[in-house]
T-cell receptor, first 110, second 114 residues
Framework: ETGVTQSPTHLIKTRGQQVTLRCSSQ?????VSWYQQALGQGPQFIFQ???????GRGNFPPRFSGLQFPNYSSELNVNALELDDSALYLC?????????FGPGTRLTVT | TQLLEQSPQFLSIQEGENLTVYCNSS?????LQWYRQEPGEGPVLLVT?????EVKKLKRLTFQFGDARKDSSLHITAAQPGDTGLYLC??????????????FGQGTILTVHP
């Protein structure tokens, strides 16, 4: 039990639609990071939020955006969904030497 | 862009055998973390190594960090079916106050047969 929760568990969307994924991280962790994990691959860093500001982004286009709220919850928004966006989306929070991951949201784009 | 090469990608062994998973980069890590992931779940942290040359043990698992902090290995002794899963290494290159932006290896799918 990492204390990091995500919703929904599964989601099916159609190409071109928009989606919002949610994460609730541990109290006291000021950063939240989001990752995309395609089937059979390691997670890829999307971006990180620190004290409600974006604090670094991986190689993902601007249609991937996020928000972090004062109550340690955060959102990942993806616009104009593409088939390749189908993946497990993970959020993580933690300290300098340990990141705790949520169970993920499985997004399927058809 | 930092790359983290993890090998082998697949391991299928019999119960009782030993195995080693490797993780290599051309860049220096501020820290390296090993995770285990079960199907449909998020990665679970096993260990973090920070100091070059560091060795950490977790029951039958031994983790080493290279002297130059560019490589790491995970060794499992006498593997058991319960060890089956996806093992991931993840490097944190930034460190300091800019932590938590992890670069993951491709993962090693370990299957231990009874």
């Amino acid at each position: 039990e990492t204390g990091v929760t995500q919703s929904p568990t599964h989601l099916i969307k159609t190409r071109g639609q928009q989606v919002t994924l949610r994460c609730s991280s541990q109290s006291g962790h000021n950063t939240v990071s989001w990752y995309q994990q395609a089937l059979g691959q390691g997670p890829q860093f999307i971006f990180q939020y620190y004290r409600e500001e974006e604090n670094g982004r991986g190689n993902f286009p601007p249609r991937f955006s996020g928000l972090q709220f004062p109550n340690y919850s955060s959102e990942l928004n993806v616009n104009a969904l593409e088939l390749d966006d189908s993946a497990l989306y993970l959020c993580a929070s933690g300290g300098a030497y340990e990141q705790y991951f949520g169970p993920g949201t499985r997004l399927t784009v058809t | 862009t930092q790359l983290l090469e993890q090998s082998p990608q697949f391991l299928s062994i019999q119960e009782g055998e030993n195995l080693t998973v490797y993780c290599n980069s051309s860049s220096v890590f501020s820290s390296l973390q090993w995770y285990r992931q079960e199907p449909g779940e998020g990665p679970v942290l096993l260990v973090t190594v920070v100091t070059g040359g560091e060795v950490k043990k977790l029951k039958r698992l031994t983790f080493q960090f290279g002297d130059a902090r560019k490589d790491s290995s995970l060794h499992i002794t006498a593997a058991q079916p319960g060890d089956t899963g996806l093992y991931l290494c993840a490097g944190d290159y930034a460190g300091g106050t800019s932590y938590g932006k992890l670069t993951f290896g491709q993962g090693t799918i370990l299957t231990v047969h009874p």
